[in-house]
C-alpha cells in the first residue's frame, strides 16, 4: 500500500481505507508480496475489471467532451507521445504492477454511442 500511496499522491492510510472500501465491493483483492511478508498488492478482481470496463466509456466521453476535443489532431499526437515516454520512463519501476484480467496490450475500452 506504501507504494500506491506514494503513485496516488495520497497518505499510506487513506490508500488503505480506500482498498478497504474497494475489498469490501468486490472490486479489489489484496495478495501478500512474496518478496515484502509486510506487504501487500491490491489486485483488481474479475468483478472489479467489469465495473470499470462499464464506467470506462463515461469517463473517456467526457475527457473527449472537455479536453481532446479542443486540441488539434497534432497536439493530440504530441500530447500522446510525451504521455507515452513517461509512462514507459515509469513502467520499468512498478514492482506492483500484476498481470491479471483486463486489458491486454493494444486493447481499448469500447466507448458508447
Not at 512474496?34 to 491490491?42: K, L, Q
Not at 504521455?83 to 498481470?99: I, K, M, T
Amino acid at each position: 500500500m506504501q507504494e500506491l500511496a506514494a503513485r496516488v499522491t495520497l497518505s499510506r492510510t487513506r490508500v488503505s481505507r480506500m482498498v478497504d472500501e474497494l475489498e469490501h465491493a468486490g472490486l479489489v483483492d489484496r495478495e501478500p508480496d512474496p518478496d515484502d511478508r509486510r506487504a501487500c498488492f491490491a489486485v483488481i478482481t474479475t468483478h472489479g475489471r467489469s465495473e470499470l470496463r462499464k464506467a470506462a466509456p463515461h469517463y473517456l466521453a467526457a475527457i473527449e467532451e472537455h479536453f481532446t476535443s479542443h486540441l488539434t489532431t497534432t497536439e493530440r499526437r504530441g500530447l500522446s507521445s510525451a504521455l507515452r515516454r513517461v509512462a514507459d520512463h515509469h513502467a520499468g519501476s512498478r514492482p506492483c504492477a500484476r498481470s491479471g484480467p483486463g486489458l491486454g496490450p493494444g486493447e481499448q475500452v469500447q466507448r458508447e454511442p
